[in-house]
């Protein structure tokens, strides 16, 4: 049987492990941890008289010898977690109805107020980073927006955005932009590319939990269409630009393929759906994962390729 070996130490691999915490110093507040790597993602082999762990997801071979090396580079290293401050998603959702009813009750507009994403990008103008990039749509908000009147169309439009935004938010994401009946989110992933997929594609997740949950059902009190969109997903290297003219408009940009690609990968997604390019799958948790599956999407539909090779993007479908 054929398999990868573990690739280049500066490539980024996934390692999914169960960790066990145990306390040492309690006034120190040391713990030390118990780790073994995760029985549903790995089995030990020995291939090529190496023994290791074969990653049966990647389809991935990771030796023993090279991993203890790995390991001992973590000494001393910030240990990074997906940050979510939505702890229990049944209270979330029902604050979320309140909110929903209020705002679309109301015909009060926002007004503009801190950017943390543009001061982000602004810290970081000129750089590449490492980002996962979501984009959001309303699914044929044209349609939509004949059957509204002006104010009503504008209310709608207006709540679902700063739900999402919440969402994001609470994923410690950042707004790069609105586009009118959408949003573009990223989620910085130089220190924890893993993380940030995470937190991502949970993000995703909840967008869809409080669409079809509250505010459809709020809409629909109210003899409005229910909202129907669709979330893509994608990662990769992106450049931060200022774009525009001085004393005219200036702004701070991400531009690269990462951006490109998520952007046709939601314009591909079906309704109520999410789908992700590779990149973000292979960086799942296993515990996620299993929630995706790859997507068969014709090829007058989906001819997107590899950055550097000439074969066809896979991507990956919420199959819940």
């Known amino acids: 049987m054929k398999c990868k070996s573990m690739p280049l130490e500066k490539d980024r691999i996934r390692l999914d492990m169960q960790v066990r915490w145990r306390l040492v110093d309690k006034e120190k507040h040391i713990f030390q941890a118990e780790m073994k790597f995760d029985p549903e ?76 994403g543009d001061q982000f990008l602004q810290a970081n103008l000129g750089r590449k980073l490492l980002f996962v990039v979501l984009y959001i749509d309303i699914v ?44 573009i989110a990223f989620f910085p992933a130089e220190q924890s590319v893993v993380g940030a997929t995470d937190s991502a594609v949970d993000s995703a997740v909840g967008m869809r939990l409080l669409v079809i949950n509250a505010l459809s059902p709020a809409l629909k009190t109210k003899n409005y269409l229910a909202i129907e969109f669709r979330i893509g997903i994608d990662s990769g290297e992106t450049q931060i630009i200022g774009l525009g003219a001085e004393d005219v408009k200036t702004t ?44 068969n999407v014709p090829k007058e539909r989906w001819s997107y390729q590899y950055k550097t090779t000439n074969t066809i993007y896979p991507l990956y479908f919420f199959a819940s």
């Open 140 to 183: 044929s908000s044209t349609q939509l927006s004949r059957s509204l009147t002006d104010v009503v169309h504008r209310t709608m439009i207006s709540t679902f955005l700063h739900e999402m935004s919440l969402i994001v938010d609470a994923h410690g994401g950042y707004i790069h932009k609105y586009t009118g009946d959408g949003l």
């Open 41 to 116: 993602r790995y089995e030990i082999r020995t291939i090529g008289g190496q023994e290791g762990y074969y990653d049966k997801r990647g389809k991935l071979f990771l030796p023993m010898a090279t991993l203890e090396k790995g390991f001992a580079t973590l000494m001393g290293k910030p240990i990074y977690g997906p940050p979510n401050s939505i702890r229990d998603w049944n209270q979330y959702l029902s604050t979320a109805k309140e909110r929903i009813k209020r705002s679309l009750g109301s015909e009060a507009e926002w007004k503009p107020q801190l950017d943390r």
């Open 252 to 295: 701070a940009d991400l531009l690269g393929y990462t951006m490109n690609l998520a952007a046709k990968i939601c314009a591909t997604c079906p309704p109520n759906k999410i789908v992700i390019g590779e990149s973000v799958f292979k960086n799942l948790h296993v515990t996620r994962q299993k929630y995706f599956a790859e997507a």
